[in-house]
Structure formats: C-alpha cells, structure tokens
C-alpha cells in the first residue's frame, strides 16, 4: 500500500512510510467503492463531503440531510444502520495514530443526538479486522459530551476544561502500549486494543435519524501518523511535526 502527504492542494505519493496531512484547501476525491487515494462511502453515503470556507480559512464541510432520514432512503438502507453516514479513507500499514479538528456548533448543546466521531478500523498482524477506535461528540441523553469506543460499550469523557461552543476541538486516537489512547484537551481515556497491530483506514462519521436532520459538521488539519520506527526506517524521522495548524 503507498502512503501518502497532503500539503495545501499538492498531494505527493511515495512508498516509503510518511505522515498523511490533509488540510482540506481541495475538495477531496470521493467514491462509492474502496479505491486508493480516495474517500469512500462508509454505510451511506453524507448529502455532502467537499472543500467549504468557513471560520476564516478552507475547511471540510461534511453534511447531513433530512432527504437522508431512514423514513425517506431505498429499501435496503431504512435500517438505523445507515443512519451513520460518512466516508472513509485508507491509510498506510505502518500508522498508528490519527487526530483531526472538529468544529463543535453551539446548536449540538441540544441536538439530544450523535453529531459527529473520528472512527478507525484497525487490523491484527495477519490483516484480520481487529478493532474499531472511536471518539466522537455527541448530545444524547441531553448530556453534550465527549466519549470513546470501548469493545462495545461507550466510555463517557465529558467536556474539557475551558470549553465553549463555536470552537475547534482537536481529537486524537494513539494506538500504543496495547491500548487505545483517546484525548480531546486534557481529556483522557485509555481501553485495550486487543490484537489490534496498525490502523488501516480512517472514517469521518455524521449520523442522521429515521425523520432525518440536516447539520453540517466541519472537520479540518486530518493527520495519520505512522510508528517513530517505520518513519526512522524510511528516513522521514522529521516528518511527525509536518502539519499546519490552523483555527
């Protein structure tokens, strides 16, 4: 698998272990089906995922339509399984961690919903799926708050110190020590990892409901980053700081 770097508009491959960075100043190639360099619908496919200024600067606006809602999608797509509607993009073998920006909407305090999550598939030493990493932002139970993937069952992180709404939130999941490693701020969760050896993909997820809604959730600075070893390996030990930040 080759990875790849995303600077501005340029993006540049090679086959040698580099940190993915993509600051959304494109709009992003998009597919129905998995192909390399890509970003592929996972479950259904959002009513928009594109290049959009907003807060100052180019940002990825992913949106989620009422025309989407379970009620209203083909047969084969009513399930609350398609509710969850985002793309996915595959990663080099060697990464072991991802984090991107999140811009968190003053209107998500009393959505009552699941907004928005960074989700991974990653994968054991003989390429079987072996976990699913998620941390997400959600407002459900009438309690607006950040939580992790833990196997199945949610583990709530509430909100970091000094949050407010209207600005960019950064989430990170680490893939180390046989762990998951969640972190939003000085927000902190840790759950084993199990077999789990690299991260294969990532997903950008919105999630609608059976009337539908319609939102937008603005991702921006996607980075994937491959083990300190597979990077010295490749000569690259300097590239883990190659992201530019913006808010």
């Known amino acids: 698998m080759r990875s790849f770097l995303t600077l501005a ?11 993915a960075v ?3 100043d494109i709009s992003p ?3 129905a089906t998995q192909a390399p360099g890509v970003w592929y619908t996972d479950r259904y496919a959002p009513a928009g995922f594109q290049s ?7 940002r990825l606006q ?3 339509s009422s025309a989407d809602g379970a009620n209203l999608r083909p047969g084969a797509f009513t399930s609350a399984f398609y509710n969850t509607q985002g793309r996915k993009y595959d990663v080099d073998t060697t990464t072991n961690a991802l984090s991107i920006d999140l811009y968190i909407d003053s209107a998500w305090a009393s959505s009552g919903s699941r907004m928005a999550g960074l989700w991974g598939t990653t994968f054991d030493a003989g ?3 072996a976990g699913y990493p998620i941390i997400e932002f959600t407002s459900d139970l009438a309690t607006p708050r950040f939580r992790a993937w833990d196997n199945g069952v949610w583990v709530d992180m509430g909100l970091p110190t ?3 709404y209207d600005e960019w939130y950064t989430l990170n999941i680490d893939l180390s020590g046989g762990n998951f490693n969640y972190s939003v701020g000085d927000l902190a969760a840790s759950v084993s990892a199990g077999t789990s050896a690299y991260i294969g993909n990532v997903i950008l997820q919105g999630h609608n409901t059976t009337d539908g809604v319609s939102y937008d959730i603005y991702w921006d600075n996607f980075n994937a980053v491959p083990t300190p070893g597979a990077i010295a390996m490749a000569g690259m030990g300097g590239l883990l700081a190659a992201r530019r930040r913006r808010s």
């Open 62 to 64: 992913h949106s989620i």
């Open 9 to 19: 508009a340029v993006t540049v491959w090679s086959s040698t272990a580099v940190a």
């Open 127 to 129: 390429n079987a799926v």
């Open 52 to 58: 959009s200024f907003f807060d100052g600067d180019n």
């Open 22 to 24: 993509e600051t959304f």
């Open 162 to 164: 000094g949050f407010a």
């Open 29 to 31: 190639s998009l597919s």
